[in-house]
Nanobody, 124 residues
Framework: QVQLVESGGGLVQAGGSLRLSCTAS????????VGWFRQTPGKERNFVGGISTSGGKTDYADSMKGRFTISMDNAKSTVYLQMNSLKPEDTAVYYCAAVYSDYVSSSRYVYRYWGQGTQVTVSS
């Protein structure tokens, strides 16, 4: 069993930056893929990006490339989502999720463990 806790959300002005953290406990973190997703009310939970903790391979949704960066600190069992040049349309609840795999999938159905989410609000 893996427990995930997100932190770092908040209110930021358009053009600003935030760094979200996803900290895992309960199992060795070094053989998992961790994905970031986001969701707005009434809409589906969409893939933002992910990282394979065993090799550091990353993948991103096309609309996030160049603005968002995912990194990890295996010693701290933590994955980070650095978000730059934020836009009002980035406003959402951001979730991290994990699955025992070395492949970064964009499908939310693949991920077994989920955090509780953290709110990101970008004001115009």
């Amino acid at each position: 069993q893996v427990q995930l806790v997100e932190s770092g959300g908040g209110l930021v002005q358009a053009g600003g930056s935030l760094r979200l953290s996803c900290t895992a406990s309960g199992r060795t973190f070094s053989t998992y893929t961790v994905g970031w997703f986001r969701q707005t009310p009434g809409k589906e939970r969409n893939f933002v990006g992910g990282i394979s903790t065993s090799g550091g391979k990353t993948d991103y949704a096309d609309s996030m490339k160049g603005r968002f960066t995912i990194s990890m600190d295996n010693a701290k069992s933590t994955v980070y989502l650095q978000m730059n040049s934020l836009k009002p349309e980035d406003t959402a609840v951001y979730y991290c999720a994990a699955v025992y795999s070395d492949y970064v999938s964009s499908s939310r159905y693949v991920y077994r463990y989920w955090g509780q989410g953290t709110q990101v609000t970008v004001s115009s």
